[in-house]
């Protein structure tokens, strides 16, 4: 149980903040817009660790001279069901923004589509961007890799990124199905939130810089970490590097590492996002498969089992009743920032 002592803020109080701080270390008005909404979201769903700790990380890319404070997203199209948005070395989420129309409009002409970001600046969780593809009934899939820290199983040194996979599905009488998580053993902003706090972490989270495996939070940052499922999760990873890489023309986790030159940023690079329309294949009987789809979920929920995002929907509720409770260290570390 943590007791660290905390902040209560309304989600209000919660943008006003990301947004003023974002604004106070020059991030444009366009962006620092889409920046907070992201920060506030996963503050709202009980991400912590790509809540609104992240303004630390997005101020830290912004000071390090990593990212474009006011780039501006440039659409192109370059096939019937493709989309890119060259996001010019911005934070990526202006770019999603402006790729969204145009990959709902073509998904819903062709029955897939995709959109690459590319020359974006990734720092956040993937789940609001399948989410908000699922609003359009649509089924979305998005990954993107990030810096070089993470081992191949079997090895001890870093080739990939931590690279997420995001999976949003419609449903017929509530909120899309939702995972989205790192193909690491753990995000690395969890490790990053425990170096925080001075906590150990589990022994199969990584290794440190001499390849041993370690319980400290600051040597596995300094060192690899590992894969989830181990030679599964490597492959997948691998899947995340190249198609969100070189696919669409893009960076790989190294190459982002190695662009970044020790200035500390953000991951650099693209992202992948695809979206499928049901109706695709299915016609006007896509609602009589999608209600069908539902016994797969009723199969897990009516055990006890958890369904991914369940857990997200239930924070929501209670944040937007109650508010949230920001680490008093955090919310410290952030006025600091704007100071
Ligand atoms: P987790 O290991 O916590 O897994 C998160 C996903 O698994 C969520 O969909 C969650 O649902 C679900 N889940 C967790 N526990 C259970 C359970 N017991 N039963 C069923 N479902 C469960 O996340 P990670 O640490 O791997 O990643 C956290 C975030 O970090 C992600 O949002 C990811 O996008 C982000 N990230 C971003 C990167 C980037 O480069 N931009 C890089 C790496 C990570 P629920 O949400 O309901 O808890
Ligand atoms: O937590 O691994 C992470 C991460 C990388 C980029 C954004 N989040």
Known sequence: MNDAPGVRLTLDEVRALAFTTLRLVGLAPAHADAVADT????????????????????AASIRAGTVAVDARPVVSDPAPALVRVDGGGGFAQLAFARGLPH????????????????DVVHFAALWPEVEAVAAHGLVALAMTPSHAWVAPAGGTRPVFGTNPIAFGWPRPDGPPFVFDFATSAVARGEIELHRRAGTPVPD???????????????????????????????????MVELLAGPLIGDLT???SLARDGGRGGSPLGGELIVAIDPAGFLGAAAAVHLRRAEAVFDGIARQGARLPS????????????????????????????GG
Not at 106 to 118: E, P, Q
Not at 204 to 232: E, N, P, Q, V
Not at 312 to 335: F, K, N, Q, T, W
Request: charged share 20%.
């Open 39 to 58: 920060m506030v979201a996963g503050e709202r769903d009980g991400c912590a660790s790509h809540g609104i700790y992240r303004l630390l990380v997005a």
């Open 103 to 118: 990959l709902v409009d073509k998904a819903r002409a062709h029955g897939i589509a995709a959109l690459a970001l590319t």
């Open 204 to 238: 199969d989270w990584g290794y440190d810089a001499s390849g041993c495996a370690t319980t400290d939070a600051a040597a596995i940052l300094d060192g690899a970490m590992r894969t989830f499922g181990g030679h599964k999760g490597s492959a997948l990873a691998t």
């Open 253 to 255: 986790s190294a190459e």
């Open 310 to 337: 369940a857990r997200r929907h239930a924070a929501r509720a209670r944040s937007l009743r109650d508010g949230v409770v920001i680490p008093a260290a955090l919310h410290a570390d952030i006025l600091r920032i």
